[in-house]
Each structure stands twice: as structure tokens, then as C-alpha cells.
Nanobody, 122 residues
């Protein structure tokens, strides 16, 4: 069992930056691929970024390439999402997820965090 707790969301102006963190419980964090997803009301949850269990492979959806950076610290059981040059269309609830199925990024996560709101004002 893995429990995930996100932090770092908030309100920021367009062009600003935020850093999301996701702290995982347990001693098996390094055995899981990790991902960040986001969802806005009325739309499906989309994969934003993913990172393989050893950090060697990363994935980004096209709309965030060059602006977002995913990283992980297996010693701290934490995955991060650095978000720069934020746009109003990045506004969403961001979820951290863990799983062992890597496809185009993290596929079919087994565990989800509770989500953190990111709001970008224009």
C-alpha cells in the first residue's frame, strides 16, 4: 500500500512558477513509476508528466514540454513537478499517482493522491 500526499498548489499569475511535491509513504517508493495528472471540471483526467522508478525515463504531454520538469528523490520518497511559465489553461486539480505500468508515461496507476488545486490567473 502506498499513500500519496500532494502539496504546493495555489494561485499564481500567468508567467509565474509553482513547485508541486508529492510525499509517499512506505519503503517501496523506488519500486514505483510516478506521474502527475490534472483534471478540470467536465474533462477527463490527463497525464501531464511521468518518471520511471529510477528517474531514467521521463514523459511530458506536449502542452507542458519546455515549461514543466518532473523529478524524484528516492531517498526522500518524494516526486516533484516544477511548473514554470504557467498559463491560465494550466489551471486544474493536480494529482500525484504511482504504479508499475509504464506505457506513454505512467499508465493505469494503482495509487492516487488527494489532489492539489493550481489556479493561474490571466
Amino acid at each position: 500500500q502506498v499513500q500519496l500526499v500532494e502539496s504546493g498548489g495555489g494561485l499564481v499569475q500567468a508567467g509565474g512558477s509553482l513547485r508541486l511535491s508529492c510525499a509517499a509513504s512506505g519503503r517501496t517508493f523506488s519500486m514505483y513509476d510516478m506521474g502527475w495528472f490534472r483534471q478540470v471540471p467536465g474533462k477527463e483526467r490527463e497525464s501531464v508528466a511521468g518518471i520511471s522508478r529510477n528517474g531514467g525515463i521521463v514523459y511530458y504531454t506536449d502542452s507542458v514540454k519546455g515549461r514543466f520538469t518532473i523529478s524524484r528523490d528516492n531517498a526522500k520518497n518524494t516526486v516533484y513537478l516544477q511548473m514554470n511559465s504557467l498559463k491560465p489553461e494550466d489551471t486544474a486539480v493536480y494529482y500525484c499517482a504511482a504504479g508499475r505500468n509504464w506505457g506513454i508515461g505512467l499508465a493505469s496507476p494503482n495509487y492516487w493522491g488527494q489532489g492539489t488545486q493550481v489556479t493561474v490567473s490571466s
